[in-house]
C-alpha cells in the first residue's frame, strides 16, 4: 500500500513538472506573438508613410508638370 501511495506521489509531482512546463512554454508563445504584433504594427506604419510620401511627391510632379506646360 505504501509503495502505491510513494509511486502516486511520484506521478503526481512528475504530472505538476509538465504542467509548469506546458504554462511556461505558453507565456513565452504569448510574448512572441505580442512582439511580432508589434513589428507589424510598425512595418505598417512605415509602409503608410511610404506610400504617403510617394503620393505627395507624385502630386508635387503633376503641379510641377501643369506648371511647366502653361
Known sequence: MRAFVLAGLLATGLAAC???DAGSSAATA???KAQ???Q???VKAQVES???AARLQAEQRRRDIEAATR
Open 30 to 32: 504569448a510574448k512572441l
Open 40 to 42: 507589424a504594427e510598425a
Open 18 to 20: 509538465g504542467f509548469g
Open 36 to 38: 511580432e504584433a508589434q
Open 50 to 52: 511610404q506610400l504617403e
